[in-house]
T-cell receptor
């Protein structure tokens, strides 16, 4: 089974702190994603990465940055945490389309999530 | 991604079939219908996807109308463990991202 592991399930940080959320996948997937989930808003894409050292902004990148130095690891960085970044953060990965066995199988595998509280 | 519309919540008795509807009236010819679910305190989990034909796997069945403007996810014998939020997404197979809405909260009861 593909596993996507997020380093922390629960974090509590103070306003202004630098926060690192780590995500590791063990199936050699090229694509990785960071979403945040808030009540009533569903999942919103923050950043994604096609491959090592490549990144693309999602729908809500403001206040966030990412790092993909190794294929298996995708880090989300909050340079200066603010209270409006209190949320559930979800990491996901996906193999590059040409390796998918099923046509149209745009299948993401998610981690369990990291719940961040910024005080 | 084409916009999808789902009811915010549904109830289902354990052992009965759960039929979750989804409207996607503006879906384009190369967009698939994907279903994911999210059990409380976990990340979303892929269930099934389809383009035109009905699909079935070990988790569920997907029925897509002939005009492709709507679909139904069927859990044939719902159990308490199927209580979750179910997301319907219309997107191409090679889209760079999937857009999740707010989904349908399915409550399975005894």
């Amino acid at each position: 089974d593909v596993k996507v592991t997020q380093s922390s399930r629960y974090l509590v940080k103070r306003t202004g702190e630098k926060v690192f959320l780590e995500c590791v996948q063990d199936m050699d997937h090229e694509n990785m994603f960071w979403y945040r989930q808030d009540p009533g808003l569903g999942l919103r894409l923050i950043y994604f990465s096609y491959d090592v050292k490549m990144k693309e902004k999602g729908d809500i990148p403001e206040g966030y940055s990412v790092s993909r130095e190794k294929k298996e690891r995708f880090s989300l960085i909050l340079e200066s945490a603010s209270t409006n970044q209190t949320s559930m953060y979800l990491c996901a990965s996906r193999p590059f389309e040409r390796f998918l066995r099923l046509p149209g199988a745009n299948v993401l595998t998610f981690g369990a999530g990291s719940r961040l509280t910024v005080l | 991604d084409a916009k999808t519309t789902q009811p915010p919540s549904m109830d289902c008795a354990e052992g009965r079939a759960a039929n979750l509807p989804c409207n996607h009236s503006t879906i384009s010819g190369n967009e698939y219908v994907y279903w994911y679910r999210q059990i409380h305190s976990q990340g979303p989990q892929y269930i099934i996807h389809g383009l035109k034909n009905n699909e079935t796997n070990e988790m569920a069945s997907l029925i897509i109308t002939e005009d492709r403007k709507s679909s139904t996810l069927i859990l044939p014998h719902a159990t308490l463990r199927d209580t979750a939020v179910y997301y319907c997404i219309a997107s191409t197979g090679t889209a760079s991202k999937l857009t999740f809405g707010t989904g349908t909260r399915l409550q399975v009861t005894l």
